[in-house]
């Protein structure tokens, strides 16, 4: 029977997500690894998971699992709402920012600051248009279409 063993969880990798990795007991050199590694779900937080790629290292056929769902020390969100105003006169665009909360350590915060959702303005956004990473911490950017400007 194939199953998954030596299921091990890594750092976050974007929003809301984080890296794990199993071992599953197939050889390495059956010509289907590949296709049975990719096709064999794990259960992970009472959810099943498929690989989102697998690899062979040191005799050892691993799956890389993107779980998405139960990860709370994942989750970033954003916090202190500023409004700059119009960016100049006549742009037409609204230059919003707001710091970015609960980063984990080591994260690249590029990936979190692009992928962390965001609401204001009656509009929602995937993530920020740019980030800036200070002593103070991480920041997004939004340059909002705003006819006023």
């Known amino acids: 029977m194939i199953a998954w063993t030596n299921l091990e969880s890594h750092s976050c990798t974007t929003y809301a997500t984080r890296e794990y990795t199993a071992e599953i007991n197939v050889s390495p050199w059956s010509r289907q690894w590949t296709e049975i590694c990719m096709s064999t779900p794990v259960v ?6 498929l690989p989102s790629r697998c690899e062979y290292r040191s005799g050892t056929v691993i799956g890389h699992f993107a779980v998405k769902s ?16 119009c960016t100049a006169k006549g742009s037409k665009t609204r230059h919003i920012e707001q710091h970015l909360m609960n980063v984990p350590v080591n994260a690249d915060y590029k990936e979190f600051c ?6 204001f303005l009656d509009q929602s956004f995937p993530g920020a248009d740019s980030c800036l990473n200070s002593i103070w911490g991480v920041y997004g950017q939004w340059f909002i279409y705003d006819l006023g400007c």
């Open 70 to 85: 139960g990860e709370l020390d994942c989750v970033t969100y954003w916090s202190g709402y500023r409004d700059w105003g």
């Open 44 to 49: 992970i937080h009472g959810q099943s998971h």
């Open 114 to 119: 692009a992928t962390t959702p965001a609401h």
